[in-house]
């Protein structure tokens, strides 16, 4: 099966194994038919172990708004129709 290797083959052609992996993509290791690990090419790699930023912590210090031209009513009363809100 192709991207699926045991793992003594994989240790006997690792170097088609890593081939592989940056053309074709993710490779599988088993063990006694068991996936134990898989062979990823660095870009892959890269891509999947950039930190993400939290929502938080983006909204506190992501790219600065001053530039938007947003109007709030500061109003602290303000007309309510129930009827659309059902």
């Keep these: 099966m192709r991207g699926h ?14 081939r592989e992996a940056l053309t074709d993509g ?3 290791i088993t063990r006694h038919g068991e996936e134990v690990a898989v062979v990823i ?3 892959l ?7 993400r ?5 983006f909204l506190v210090h992501g790219p600065a708004t001053d530039d938007l031209a947003v109007e709030r009513d500061r109003s602290t009363i ?4 129930v009827d659309e809100l059902a």
């Design 26 to 28: 993710p490779q599988t």
């Design 53 to 57: 930023i939290e929502l938080g912590d």
């Design 5 to 18: 290797w045991q793992l003594q083959e994989a240790k006997q052609r690792f170097s088609e194994v890593l």
């Design 45 to 51: 790699y890269h891509q999947l172990a950039t930190p």
């Design 41 to 43: 090419g660095i870009e």
């Design 78 to 81: 303000r007309d309510v129709d």
